[in-house]
């Protein structure tokens, strides 16, 4: 696997596709932070919607950094699609993470807040960064070639289940009233309320954890959905 993941990483460093959504986000970040002082937490929840969409970009050029002849021999090497899948899901997640810290530590560097974050402002704004991210990969992953074979479409479905998600967190007390319908749609409304609490947080309430865990649990049946959707396809 390491072997595997060491390839698909050098491959896709070389299509360079990762240069514009990396350029994106780091001019989105400079831009964010270019005048000062700014809130923290309210900083953070406009980065980590901006990985969110981002995430989509890095999923669908890493999922089609080979062309079709090539995939297939990768795959006959890597001894099946699953762990040919696997190796990309992790490549990918390791982009988030990546991302994710570079968007906490970023703003305090460069001393762009108010005021000095605590832990628990980092906390939050890692975890918000990140779950978000690996939400907007699982979601991106049901709109790549394995599952969608016009590239068009592709993107389309990338770009719309994204805006949607962000749609429905802004409906979220509507949905609310339609019988707990909200914890079967993109969770993405559970990582900006939990970011509006507000620089003053002194503790980080118990429901948190479980709201960031929803959303990893749910970015995980979404990923388990793309492998069994993927294998029936080829049957």
Not at 180 to 187: T, Y
Request: charged share 10%; hydrophobic share 55%; glycine share 4%.
């Amino acid at each position: 696997m390491i072997s595997l993941m060491r390839y698909q990483l050098s491959n896709y460093a070389r299509t360079y596709q990762y240069v514009p959504p990396f350029s994106i986000f780091i001019l989105c970040l400079v831009i964010n932070y270019t005048f000062v002082p700014n809130p923290i937490l309210d900083s953070f929840s406009f980065t980590s919607i901006i990985l969110f969409f981002l995430m989509g970009w890095f999923t669908v050029t890493l999922f089609h950094s080979e062309d079709e002849g090539q995939k297939m021999i990768t795959i006959m090497h890597a001894n099946g699609s699953t762990p040919y899948n696997v190796s990309l899901f992790i490549i990918n997640i390791v982009i988030a993470f990546s991302l994710s810290f570079v968007s906490i530590i970023y703003p305090v560097v460069i001393h762009a807040f108010a005021e000095k974050p605590s832990f628990i402002h980092l906390f939050l704004g890692f975890f918000a960064h990140f779950t978000l991210a690996t939400l907007g990969m699982a979601l991106s992953a049901l709109f790549t070639r394995d599952l969608v074979k016009n590239k068009q479409n592709t993107w389309w479905g990338v770009i719309s289940v994204l805006l949607f998600a962000i749609v429905l967190a802004t409906l979220k007390d509507s949905l609310d009233q339609l019988n707990g319908l909200i914890w079967v749609l993109p969770p993405v409304h559970l990582s900006l309320e939990m970011l509006a609490i507000g620089d003053q947080i002194t503790s980080i309430p118990s429901k948190f954890y479980w709201q960031f865990a929803w959303i990893l649990v749910y970015a995980g049946f979404v990923i388990t959905l793309f492998f069994l959707l993927s294998k029936l396809k080829r049957k």
